[in-house]
């Protein structure tokens, strides 16, 4: 049986804050700190008025996807890294989009050649995590994400899955701490390949198990 590695894409596979950013400033003359870690804090109108609300955040992040993805660019190592482990575990990208985007962002992997099972998800990846993990027959699974709120999500409903906590953007990773559910903290693909093979390679699951379908 393969192993699993269930993997988000935004600030994990391809680059979107940076990109979002500039497309605010371009479209909307809103200045954007890429640090600031909530989107809903992070934007102020440059003619002064109001700063975006939190509805008008999420507005603005149903007009980029899909309309703004082509804007979005490769993380460096990303792509060989999907490859190597392609070769000992079957990949599924989960991605915290609208169902609609789901197409759009097959097409959009594709381009850079990452041609892999896509699932679109709204609200804590946990309970989807675990369906996946199911599916695929309790396999030694890795989930790769770059929010705290999913590790936690993911301890919660299936504790045995390694969580990698990574953020791609550098930007963004200097100023956000490691997700305290996460098992380890990379934000390089060089070495996160690395720890996610030993963990397919222990033949453990988080917990310090075997899995039922090898015991």
Known sequence: MKTLLICDCDEVLLHMVRHFGTWL??????DFDIAGG????????????????REDMWGMLNQFFP?????????????????RLAKRADIVILTNLRDECRQPRIEQLARFGIELRVE???????EPVARLVAEHGDP???????????????ARHAPGVHRLHMIS??????????????????????????????RFAEGLTATGERPKTTA
Request: charge should be negative; include cysteine.
């Open 25 to 30: 400033d371009q479209e909307h003359a809103i």
């Open 169 to 198: 953007e550098p930007d963004l990773a200097r100023t956000m701490p490691a997700a305290p559910a996460a098992n380890a903290r990379i934000d390089d693909w060089r070495e996160a390949v690395e720890w996610i093979e030993a």
């Open 38 to 53: 909530d989107f809903a804090t992070s934007m102020t109108r440059r003619d002064g008025s109001p700063a975006p609300s």
């Open 140 to 154: 030694i699974t890795v989930f790769v994400d770059d929010l705290p709120v999913h590790h936690e999500s993911v």
């Open 120 to 126: 679109c998800n709204q609200g804590g990846k946990g």
């Open 67 to 83: 309309n703004e993805m082509h804007r979005q660019t490769l993380v460096p190592h990303a792509a060989e890294a999907l490859t």
